[in-house]
């Protein structure tokens, strides 16, 4: 992880009260090691986090994105990031007045990149023991980074900035949160807009299924074969109460850690929302293959591939079918012409 620029700033607010009051840094902090250990652990304990993805709201006055691409276009020197963070928390100010349930907290903003890429962040963080983070002179300080609960990261953002400058439609992403309130007023700061849509999430991850390593079945002591992965993914999802599915969840229940499927989407930048709900249809592609051409519709399990379905060696456009009670049912057909 390299560090590139962090600031603090807090912003005052009590639970039931519209009063604020911000106080703000007027310098960065010092990149040492517990300003690295900050940021890495924040980011680690955002990777764990339920995570949803899309993009900016590209509609007029949105305030978040149009002072970042100011700042984009800027040298994004020292005293650049200092002012559009500030800008920022301003704006927010502004926002979180008018919440009457929201309540403030220290808002860490950070430059930083880790394996090629590189992030513009927004963590919300209490310290609520104040053994973190302290006040020295006209910015904030780290203390301890032994004592942060990152149970105390509110609400956060990330920017993937390559993603962001090729127009990725999944360059942003947040966590979300149970408290509706606490999330409501930070996505409509951060002006996200959700693109993708259950059918998509599920074609993801199915794709990510076809490219993950399987897991060790339990009575074997062996990798599952992709198409028995398959068919247990299925079954689990099946079983799940309003087709809703929780992706580190899922990783626990299969590889006995929250973390595997989604570490691995994001090491292949793949972006899927940690929790979403699947599409019946795309859920049937795990275990059944559908194609229609040329008037022929020809529906298979997936397991069939191979060993009763395949395609010929010798012959190009030649599709094999091996089963006897099929040859017997079609040539009962054929026959009634």
């Known amino acids: 992880m390299t560090i590139e620029k962090i600031i603090i700033h ?3 607010k009590e639970q039931g009260r519209g009063n604020t009051k911000i106080i703000s840094s007027d310098s960065t902090l010092e990149i040492n090691d517990n300003a690295t250990s900050l940021i890495d652990t924040l980011n680690k304990s955002y990777n764990s986090e339920n995570i949803i993805y899309g993009e900016f709201d590209d509609s007029d006055c949105k305030y978040f994105p149009e002072k970042y691409n100011e700042y984009l276009a800027t040298s994004r020197t020292e005293k650049e990031f200092i002012l559009v963070t500030k800008e920022l928390i301003g704006n927010l100010e502004s926002l979180i007045s008018q919440v009457s349930l929201a309540t403030g907290g220290y808002f860490i903003f950070s430059e930083y990149s880790i394996q090629k890429r590189e992030y513009f962040a927004v963590f919300l963080v209490r310290d609520v023991e104040g053994k973190t983070l302290s006040r020295n002179g006209k910015k ?6 032994e004592y942060l609960d990152t149970k105390n990261m509110a609400m956060a953002c990330r920017i993937n900035e390559i993603q962001y400058q090729a127009r990725d439609s999944k360059y942003l992403s947040l966590t979300q949160q149970k408290q509706n309130v606490i999330s409501e007023y930070f996505k409509n700061w951060i002006s996200v807009d959700q693109l993708e849509s ?3 999430y599920t074609k993801t991850l199915y794709d990510i299924i076809g490219q993950i390593e399987t897991p060790k079945d339990p009575k074997t002591k062996k990798h599952f074969e992709l198409v028995d992965f398959r068919n247990k993914v299925y079954e689990y999802m099946k079983s799940k109460p309003n087709h809703l599915v929780n992706i580190n969840e899922l990783s626990n229940h299969f590889y ?3 973390n595997v499927i989604t570490e691995f989407a994001l090491e292949n930048d793949i972006s899927i929302d940690t929790e979403f709900r699947y599409n019946s249809t795309e859920l049937r592609k795990y275990i059944k293959i559908e194609i ?13 591939i191979d060993k009763k379905v395949r395609i ?3 012959q190009e456009d030649l599709v094999i079918i ?7 049912a079609l040539k009962k057909e054929m026959e009634n012409k």
């Open 10 to 12: 807090e912003l005052k």
């Open 140 to 145: 904030f300080q780290i203390q301890n980074i």
């Open 198 to 200: 259950s059918k998509e």
């Open 256 to 258: 006995n850690d929250p």
């Open 292 to 304: 229609e051409r040329d008037g022929i519709n020809l529906k298979f399990d997936r397991a069939a």
């Open 312 to 314: 010929s060696d010798d």
């Open 322 to 328: 091996e089963s006897g009670s099929f040859y017997r």
